[in-house]
């Protein structure tokens, strides 16, 4: 789509538009390919995550008002209306923060569409295909709107994930559901009025309530949307719409340059560690720098870094008291990493947090900002008790867009969170599924793939 012809007054028509007249055949396969690789990844954080105390939580809270059994929560079988099953999905498949990252952005693109349109799947079957290429037009949306005001608007503190999601929720849906151009702009309008979610939740259940909130409330506006429900023809670009109202920046070209001609699931990347996206060069250069030096907790003085300043904007807790507050202290993941060699889910329960050796070493960590680092490069310097001095620099971390996880590091990465809840036959099974995704003639045999025996 030529933006030079654009007008920057309809940015919310223009992608409405594009939405309702995309075909499947107008995406190259490479793409289905890496919306394959996004939905695996999703689908794995979702069963693994099920277990979190989180969702006990929240079903606790929500059964009283949940509707008709309609849509499935993975990993647990329980059936809820269409919209409650949305939300407890796209919480699981963030509680762990390990899901999906659109760099450019630091949105998590999979967690509200893809939560949003396996609900749908269960009340309004559609092939593998259908779904795959309504999950693009969704992480498409999401991520260009992302694009259009970021940084400034994370820099306010808005979690982006869950501001920009609830447009991609309300695309994916409304492109399923067969929307009409002036829906389709309703629906975006409607999404909107419901972007939300704060950064200062980081470090609490309210994180991933943000991308789950986004693929209910995204899923809502289509259905709003279908039956005629109005908003604003320009709730995106309007002096009162979501990107002036929400940032200081907005940038519509963002929007509307190359529309259907690039796509930015092809930009997306997956995690190798279980916590914010900023610590993974630090995780990696102390993991490299442990396996190659045989490295042990009490063999290490000190721990120097020198990182992108957002790594300790985002995750400079010094003392994390919980596993969710200890996804966001680099001091905890730098010293977990030590020890383990690794830094999955494990690493970041409760009582690792607590544990008398990791606090020990987590307070020799010390992290320091430096201009010209990036945010996926580090600098580390390892001095041991008896004096020796390591170093290394990291110049793209492993599950950058430099560095990308392998199909068989996702893969493994899948095994390890769903093994708990499905198994491993089950989760070969489950794997096998959502790989071939885009042959499927229903969603219905990964969702009940996704649930353990009874």
């Not at 995406?27 to 939905?39: D, G, K, P, Q």
């Not at 794997?431 to 045999?445: K, T």
Request: aromatic share 6%; with cysteine.
């Amino acid at each position: 789509m030529d933006s030079a012809v654009i007008d920057r007054s309809k940015v919310t028509q223009v992608l409405a538009n594009f939405v309702v007249s995309s075909k499947p055949g107008d995406i190259a396969e490479s793409v289905y390919t890496e919306a394959t690789r996004s939905f695996l990844n999703w689908a794995g954080c979702a069963v693994g995550g099920s277990i979190h105390e989180t969702l006990d939580r929240t079903l606790a809270a929500i059964r009283p008002f949940a509707g008709e059994g309609q849509a499935t929560v993975l990993g647990r079988g329980e059936k809820l209306d269409l919209l409650h099953a949305a939300l407890l999905n796209g919480i699981s498949s963030h509680v762990f923060d390990f899901d999906d990252t659109h760099l450019k952005t630091i949105i998590h693109p999979a967690g509200p569409i893809a939560s949003a349109l396996l609900a749908l799947a269960e009340t309004r079957p559609m092939s593998g295909r259908e779904f795959l290429h309504a999950f693009i037009l969704g992480v498409e949306v999401e991520c260009r709107i992302g694009n259009s005001v970021y940084p400034e608007h994370y820099d306010r503190g808005w979690h982006i994930t869950g501001t920009a999601g609830v447009f991609g929720a309300a695309a994916a849906a409304g492109k399923i559901l067969g929307l009409n151009p002036q829906q389709m702009t309703w629906a975006l309008g409607i999404a909107a009025t419901q972007s939300s979610g704060l950064r200062e939740m980081f470090g609490t259940m309210c994180k991933p309530f943000h991308p789950g909130r986004a693929a209910q409330n995204g899923l809502l506006a289509a259905h709003l949307a279908a039956q005629n429900f109005t908003s604003s023809d320009r709730g995106i670009e309007a002096p009162r719409g979501f990107a002036h109202v929400l940032s200081t920046k907005f940038d519509p070209t963002e929007i509307t340059e190359n529309l259907g001609k690039t796509w930015e699931v092809s930009l997306n990347t997956y995690k190798p560690f279980a916590c914010g996206i900023v610590i993974h060069p630090a995780l990696d250069g102390c993991i490299q720098l442990r396996n190659a030096h045989g490295l042990k907790a009490d063999d290490i003085a000190s721990i120097e870094l020198k990182v992108h300043p957002l790594v300790l904007e985002l995750t400079g807790k010094t003392e994390p008291r919980t596993g969710l507050e200890g996804k966001f202290s680099v001091y905890h993941s730098c010293a977990a990493a030590i020890v383990y060699g690794r830094c999955g889910e494990h690493e970041y329960a409760d009582e690792v947090v607590a544990d008398p050796k990791i606090v020990t070493l987590r307070r020799k960590v010390k992290a320091e900002a430096e201009n010209g680092i990036h945010e996926d490069q580090v600098k580390v310097t390892i001095t041991t008790a008896d004096g020796k001095v390591y170093e290394l620099f990291v110049e793209h971390a492993i599950g950058s867009l430099g560095r990308p996880m392998s199909d068989e590091q996702l893969d493994q990465k899948v095994r390890d969170l769903c093994e708990p809840v499905l198994g491993p036959s089950g989760t070969e099974r489950f794997i096998g599924l959502c790989r071939d995704v885009v042959n499927a003639s229903s969603l219905a045999e990964i969702v009940k793939a996704g649930v353990p025996p009874r």
